[in-house]
T-cell receptor
Framework: DSGVTQTPKHLITATGQRVTLRCSPRSGDLSVYWYQQSLDQGLQFLIQYYNGEERAKGNILERFSAQQFPDLHSELNLSSLELGDSALYFC????????????FGPGTRLTVL | DQQVKQNSPSLSVQEGRISILNCDYTNSMFDYFLWYKKYPAEGPTFLISISSIKDKNEDGRFTVFLNKSAKHLSLHIVPSQPGDSAVYFCALGSQGNLIFGKGTKLSVKP
């Protein structure tokens, strides 16, 4: 158990809908990262937050957004969902922004029908 | 263009033998190199790492080698065990951000 929790574990929804994925980092970790893993793909970095502020953006679509709250939990919002958004979404956390080891949650499997 | 490549999608090894997983990269900016292991239905878990100032780091059965001139990273598992069967990702880091390879699925047969 990495100490990072993600909810829900599974999510099934329809095209055009909007969903919110939630992540609670390890106790004391200030940095949160979101990744997408599609079929046969590696982990694609989406976005990073540090202590409530956005710090880095990767391959995140404009239909996707995220935020980190004062209690350090983070939410990833996916809107106008398309079939191709079906994937595993992982959250990871680390103590500080320059610490290279990240601790991953179990992931949320999103299925868009 | 992929910055990090794991050219072997899968690898099958006999129990007790050595498993060698490889990773190539194109950009010299990375200063930290990591290997993660992933079982089905779980998130990746950190396995071993090496900084750019070293060329080898060992932790039990796991050894990571870094060849900066060749821009090549490898993970050796000796001896391999059936419980090592998983997908292995290399991840290259700079200032806390990681770029992952697509993974190599290792199968260790009894």
């Amino acid at each position: 158990d990495s100490g990072v929790t993600q909810t829900p574990k599974h999510l099934i929804t329809a095209t055009g809908q909007r969903v919110t994925l939630r992540c609670s980092p390890r106790s004391g970790d200030l940095s949160v990262y979101w990744y997408q893993q599609s079929l046969d793909q590696g982990l694609q970095f989406l976005i990073q937050y540090y202590n409530g502020e956005e710090r880095a953006k990767g391959n995140i679509l404009e239909r996707f957004s995220a935020q980190q709250f004062p209690d350090l939990h983070s939410e990833l919002n996916l809107s106008s969902l398309e079939l191709g958004d079906s994937a595993l979404y992982f959250c990871a956390s680390s103590p500080v922004i320059t610490y290279n080891e990240q601790f991953f949650g179990p992931g949320t499997r999103l299925t868009v029908l | 263009d992929q910055q990090v490549k794991q050219n072997s999608p899968s690898l099958s090894v006999q129990e007790g033998r050595i498993s060698i997983l490889n990773c190539d990269y194109t950009n010299s900016m990375f200063d930290y190199f990591l290997w993660y292991k992933k079982y089905p239905a779980e998130g990746p878990t950190f396995l071993i790492s090496i900084s750019s100032i070293k060329d080898k780091n060992e932790d039990g059965r796991f050894t990571v080698f870094l060849n900066k001139s060749a821009k090549h990273l490898s993970l050796h598992i000796v001896p391999s065990q059936p419980g090592d069967s998983a997908v292995y990702f290399c991840a290259l880091g700079s200032q806390g951000n990681l770029i992952f390879g697509k993974g190599t699925k290792l199968s260790v047969k009894p």
